[in-house]
């Protein structure tokens, strides 16, 4: 079943990430970056691609959230995975992003909004107002 990492871009999910990646998925509990992989992203174009779907059609992808998140879950063979998303509990024309029987819950990652715009800032190299009207 899938927990879902979820928050707004620049909000402290690699960090939040790092920590769960850490703890579940080293011996010695130590951080380094390939145990990252361990918690992928979604929506993520491989995951997509590996079910026959198109990935550069928008429409598709969301069309077929709930076929990979089912194949996601029947994978991992009835035990949890962690994995992060930017998006929202939303149904786009009718079509949710998870259900119940793929989804154990959610972590949802909060940040201070005015901290948000600030890192958005400096990672993209623009003003504090530049960010705030992004």
């Known amino acids: ?8 871009p620049k909000s402290g999910n ?11 998925y080293t011996t010695d509990g130590k951080f380094n970056l390939d145990v990252l992989k361990n918690i992928k992203q979604f929506p993520d174009t491989g995951l997509f691609k590996n079910q026959g779907i198109d990935v550069t059609n928008d429409y598709d ?7 990979v ?16 998303t930017h998006s929202s509990l939303h149904n786009i024309e009718g079509y949710p992003f998870t259900n119940l029987n ?5 972590i949802y990652i909060v940040r201070d909004p005015r901290k948000v715009c600030i890192s958005y800032a400096h990672h993209n190299q623009m003003t504090l107002q530049e960010a705030a009207e992004a």
Do not use: P
Request: net charge positive; no cysteine.
């Open 102 to 106: 793929n989804t154990l819950g959610v």
């Open 14 to 24: 690699t960090l939040i990430r790092s920590l769960f990646a850490s703890y579940l």
């Open 69 to 84: 998140q089912e194949a996601i879950n029947k994978f991992d063979n009835n035990r949890f995975r962690l994995i992060k």
């Open 61 to 67: 992808v969301v069309k077929n959230y709930i076929k």
């Open 1 to 8: 079943m899938i927990i879902w990492l979820a928050s707004y």
